[in-house]
């Protein structure tokens, strides 16, 4: 059990550094190579001291020599390591969170919904810092362990059978020191899911700042025991991290003062050794005190560099989706989509969607038709969006464009055809991603023919204000879509909380403009007395299409019942 903990343990340790040289290698190998040089001189200086104290043959300028040169190596290599180190901190965090964020947006939806926005968020600050500090240990560690090498390769040189010893007793206090230290490890792991916890405490605490100010049982109960428990949990798990840490460091230093007394008053018993022997082992073993302690009390920071290395690869984060040669083409002016077969399903107890299966489905929709998608609470209509947009792939069957396959080669081109209002969309508080010259005047209207532009206006590409009631940021949303521009359009329960007067705007004038510009539009609403507004209806119960009616009564003819009829 311990030799497989220490294994895995290694292994997580050589991902961590096969990331970091992989997000900064230049920068890592030349601090690296830096602190190796300092950490070799070191050793160098304490060997050449240890000769010069003995009886020597050499002259005693070759000595003096020898000792300034290694001395001006040792500086002026620590120099350029700590001069290194601080430039690359300054941009690290930076970079990797901007790294981080471009592979976030790129990465499975599932996975990012499974792991929750709280996981996210501690991904974000926490694991980033944790990285970066695993990082800024580095060059100490080369220069710390070089000098430790160094003086082994010393003792040995010394007394063969004196570094036996030593290297026997080391092994014993090394096991010891790798169970105590994979017991922390399994306690930072426990702080970080605890923090994970406190974060989404955090969010609540924001998004639920009204409620908790007018119920004060509410609020007691949220802060002093929710709160409070995720709390002390983190400080629980974060003080039994320490306390291992601590019980293996100070093991490490009995193990090392035992060792000391052993050469010093038992070296009969190891076989007759010189005076000059035992000196040079006692100020060698003395020198490397410090290095050692230096090793020891970076392995924390490495640790938690490692189990946040963990979350990222969790996330999905460190490995993008597959761009193919299509992936940067231009969407197609009017495509056919097509959905044949498709089923996707959620994993039993991974969230309130419970084993819930969508498909198999077949559908298909021309440009120029307007879809109206209805159905119950839970009936999958959501789960159907994210599928037609290529946000979830399809475990079974298959979606094409124009009859071409949307794989993992080309999903990132294929999303590029959907301008989409989410029934929980995000405003930005600009129109990010749109470069027309006449953006400014086209926004204009659509402000003012959804009777926002008294509250809204554009200069720039950037939105005056965002701070508006539900109702008027979905308008927004709308006029940002609009903008957009492309060939399929996709609006979840856009009018659920509109005015009739905005309903009118939108489903007699608005949706039909969209189609006599031989857009694709699917709507997901319960607005029934406009479905004669729409080439068909799509009834979906229980993740299956049960309904798939035209106008005139009869069944679509681009679209196909799968499951049989309710």
Known sequence: MAQHSNRETALKSLRLFGFLLSNARGTVIVMTLAGTLSGLCSAGVIALISRTLAHHSEPIYLLALGFAALAAGKIISTALAQLLLVRFSQRAILDLSLDICEKLVRAPLRNLEQRGTASIHAT???????????????PQLAMNVAVLIGCAAYLCWLSWQMFLTTACVCALGAAVYALLHA???????????ARTKLFGHFRTLTGGLKELMMHRARRE????????????????????????????????????????????????????????????????????????????GALPAVSRGEVALEQLQQLGLLVREDSGPEASAPPRAAPVLDIRGAVFSYEDGQDHERGFTLGPLDFSIQPGELVFVVGGNGSGKSTFVKLLAGLYPPREGAIEIDGLPVTAANRVWYREHFSVVFADFHLFEGLLGLRSP??????????????????????????????LSQGQRRRLALVTAYLEDRPCYVFDEWAADQDPDYKEIFYRRLLPE???RGKSVVVITHDDRYFHLGSRVVKLENGRIVDNASQSGTQGSHARIAGGTA
């Open 514 to 516: 969209l189609r006599a």
């Open 183 to 193: 017991r922390a490890f399994q306690r930072i792991h426990a702080a970080r899911s």
């Open 124 to 138: 974000l600050t926490d694991d980033v810092s944790s990285i970066i500090w695993a990082v800024q240990c580095i």
């Open 438 to 467: 006449a953006l400014d005047s086209a926004s204009k209207h659509y402000l003012s023919l959804l009777q926002i532009d008294h509250k809204v206006s554009v200069s720039d590409g950037r939105l005056s204000t965002t701070s």
């Open 221 to 296: 109960d949220f802060i002093r025991v929710e709160m409070r428990a995720a709390a002390e949990e983190c400080r629980g798990a974060n003080q039994a991290a320490a306390a291992h840490y601590s019980l293996a460091e100070g093991w490490v230093q009995g193990v090392f003062y035992a060792l000391l007394g052993l050469l010093l008053f038992a070296s009969a018993w190891i076989g007759h050794q010189s005076q000059a022997a035992i000196t040079g082992y006692a100020f060698a073993m003395l020198y490397a005190t410090s290095p050692l302690w230096s090793v020891i």
